[in-house]
């Protein structure tokens, strides 16, 4: 249930018309009222006798009654209710029920009070009505109307719960504008599977997707095909723009403009620009690039840009989950942007659900905690390098190391929810949560094929490594040991620890470092989160020669440089093998 309490007006005729009318593009069909402050209201919906103008009158006799100099100008009050898509069709007695405790809890009419505002609702679809009021009451006083939205708000919650309906989270005024009635009927006339303003939503965020500059972010908004229009102050600077889609026009049949700042807050230039920002004291080095890392793996560039955006990832979480509010909110913004870069560039059998994940997260990344910009950089610069580095395949290294991405994205989803949870931050909660399961399932189709190659070799272990292993998971993980050997991924583990030995570190430590650096327990399979995080951290291929010896598709042809033996406490100093 969405209550919106919208801008006061001056004309109750105007608004009456506006509800009993056909709408902007015919979407009011049967309009009617399904209740009143009387029950004899005239209904120029449903009674050929009643007109507009009678409705309107008696709507402002309290106001008209008063003296002109203590009219109040702005007196129409405006409140829609609408139902969630998933909630079953209303009657039209359900809904006037909904309308008289939407008037008592806000204060127009309070239950009992003889005395109160003169209002009525009105119904011209199934799934919401629209509550005209005029906020003088029958004794000359105005209404006490202040927090009428957040007390809407709080009665839509008692209603779903009364009538069964879908629970909803209250916002914090931070959520991106839903699309019109108008402009949904004027989508499903069209045969859009989305709104004008959603599309361009999600074309504008993932343009902006590691963005470095305002030239990039225009070029890359004329590449999706969008029609511009740029806002310049006298002077000669930027000051704004807005966007169209090509086919999308108005009765003139020209095309319809959407300022960014009303596709979402964060997409106004000014705050496109913050994203820039650099952290206090520190300097770009000349071509953008990042510290210096250890080499990984010669892969593809794909692959490789995959692997950059794990690590930056795993850093951000540990930001998320122990630094301050201004820098875990600046790197929940970015990892959106991973998200928007994710599912541009990966196969088509994983797109969807990362695509599901990308919108759904789009409501986590913002909040009344300012985000500082900045520290979140190599977040930002994992974005743009997978947007850089161009379709992935979805097998071999490609297709591993997507696998492996997305594990990390999902613990940092459930590390946004949490931190967001901690603030109550309902709705930006519930939808990291919701994040999480679209990027659980896109793990389980880019992981299969990969895992089913480390489960092979695993398999083929001879009886007495497979043992070694077994007691070294014991002495490492000795909770944990038994669920893991017994988890479908186990010969996968067993294999990556073979590896790890091989490469020349040291298992236990990897493997005890690699549980106890982030919670296990929301893992459906811990032995693959293992498998990524080890693999990761000792900079193995993610994925190896397959079991005929042919190398995965996705690494170049030239043999990978070896990694450098390190001591075996190695991973407790490396700052980039912490993981």
Known sequence: ??????????????????????????????????????????????????????????????????????RPAEHVWHLSVRAAPEDPILSDEQWGEIAR?????????????????????????????????????????????RQDGKR??????????????????????????????????????????????????????????????????????????????????????????????????NGEKEPVFYAGSTLAPDLSLPRIRERWALPAGAAASADGSRPEQPALPDVTGPAFARRRATAATWQALMIIDAGDDGAAAAHIAAAGEVLDALAKTSAAHTRAELREAALVFERVSRSHVKAVRGHDRALRQAARDLVRSGPALGRGEDGATTAMLIDMAFFLAIAAANWHAKREHAQQAAAAQQAAEHLR??????????????????????????????????????DLAERIRVEAGWAALAATLDDVRKAGHDPTVLLTDAARRRELDTAESISDVLVWRLRRSAHLLALPASPDGTAAPGTRRTAPSAPATRPANSAVTDPIRRR
């Open 1 to 70: 249930m969405i209550p919106r309490v919208h801008a006061r007006g001056t004309r109750t005729i105007g608004l009456l018309h506006y509800l009993h009318g056909p709408g902007t593009h015919e979407e009011h069909v049967d309009p009617h009222l399904v209740a009143a402050w009387d029950g004899l209201a005239p209904d120029p919906g449903r009674d050929p006798g009643a007109t507009y103008g009678d409705l309107q009158r008696l709507l402002d006799q309290p106001v008209m009654a008063l003296p002109e100099s203590r």
């Open 101 to 145: 405790r939407m008037v008592a809890a806000t204060g127009i009419a309070p239950d009992g009070d003889d005395a109160a505002c003169r209002w009525a609702a009105v119904r011209h679809a199934d799934d919401h009505i629209h509550i005209i009021a005029t906020i003088v009451r029958e004794d000359g006083r105005q209404a006490r109307l």
């Open 152 to 249: 809407s708000q709080a009665e839509a919650r008692k209603i779903e719960i009364d009538y069964g309906l879908r629970r909803l989270h209250t916002g914090d005024g931070t959520a991106a504008q839903r699309p019109t009635s108008a402009e949904r009927h004027k989508a499903q006339r069209e045969g859009r599977e989305r709104t004008a303003r959603e599309e361009l939503r999600e074309t504008v965020r993932r343009a902006v997707a590691g963005t470095a500059s305002t030239e990039e972010f225009f070029d890359r908004l004329a590449a999706a095909g969008l029609l511009i229009r740029k806002r310049v102050a006298p002077s000669g600077d930027l000051l704004g723009y807005k966007v169209a889609l090509p086919d999308d026009r």
């Open 441 to 478: 399932a896109a793990y389980e189709t880019a992981a299969a094929q990969p895992m089913a190659t480390l489960r092979q070799l695993g398999q083929r272990l001879t009886p007495r490594v497979r043992q070694r292993q077994a007691e070294l998971l014991q002495q490492a993980l000795p």
